[in-house]
């Protein structure tokens, strides 16, 4: 990835191989006629592990605001029991600022990656992923937030050690 400065990313495209350590870009599957001719299906294959002995499933909705770019990005989470899967009602393009963990279990900055996703694009981050919240680089989102929840709290919150700034190129 193309560093700035320390402490800067550029916003590289978000696929699915560049992504692949921290999750899956979820693709869709092909579409096809179902309910009788009265609706069409399309799937997108995810896999949704947890960590949780008494795992119940929770969907929320996202009303995202945009970021202006460049953008700083002072803190991650991560989730150590769930994934997480952010699937788009709208058309935007998500900013997704991940890192693993280290040793110590809070991010790893030399794993640092910044993407830039494409409209329409849905981000599973594995369990235990370092991640930014969810924003957008020009355009409000809308979307559908799946993921396990169970008996233990399961969102960690570790600010940077020092600010990330993420940007377009050029």
Known sequence: MPVLAAGAHVLRPLTAEAFRPFGQVLVADATYTV?????????????????ETTPQLCLSHFDVR??????????????????????????????????????????????LAAFLGAPGQAILYDAGVWHAGLTTASDPGHFLMAMWRGSRPDTLVEPLFRPLVVDLAG
């Open 66 to 111: 945009p970021m202006a770019l460049p953008a700083t990005i002072t803190e991650l989470e991560a989730h150590p029991y769930t994934a997480q899967v952010f699937l788009p009602i709208t058309e935007s393009r998500p900013v997704v600022v991940v890192a693993l963990a280290g040793a110590d279990g809070r991010p790893d900055p030399e794993t």
């Open 35 to 51: 309910n009788l001719g009265h609706a069409d299906r399309t799937d997108l294959l995810a896999n949704l592990a947890h960590r």
